[in-house]
């Protein structure tokens, strides 16, 4: 068993610090998947893009906004996000302070 | 893409009610793993028991035990908790309000 806070793991600084990735079992411990969590800082964006893995995302604070192909959408703590595979997503943080996001993905998607 | 706040989601009860399991996207439209949201009443606990895939869980809200056979941790809010295959494991809300995280399995734990 491995517990830690998040605020010990040592995050991966993105885009200039304006997202931080914290990883929280390496890809080569994880038996299938990897559980992240993203920071973003107000107005920070992830790439509007699409990949061949899944994404199951829960939003643990702060507002952002989902964009995909159809439109977008405004969640907050509490909202869950399914991205299917190979389908075009982005989070924006609309929210004033940090926003934050647990996204698990399965061990090919942890790059 | 699926979106929605897990008050949308219609929880299973399980023990009476004690613990309530959400389920964000089905087990046969998950392409790998299942991300799962339980919520534990005051003093509700989940069994002691292990099974031959992993967990990944991050606390969202309140205080929990987490046992093991080597000993009790105190986790909250921003907590992750890695227990791996065949690992005795038991969750107990030690908070005076409901107690919930976040539990992801491979999708052949979730029965």
Redesign the interface.
Known sequence: ???????E?EPQKLMDGAVLKRV??AKDQ????V?R?FTLQPNAATPFHSHA??H?V?V?EGKLK?V?E?GE?I?EK????????N?L?QFVNVSEGPSSF?C?V?KEGEV
């Open positions: 068993m491995v517990i830690k806070h998040s605020s793991v929280f079992i994880a038996p299938t998947f559980m969590l893995w899944e199951e829960f643990v989902v995909c159809k959408t969640v509490g909202h869950f996000v399914y991205v299917a595979p389908e997503h647990i698990v399965p």
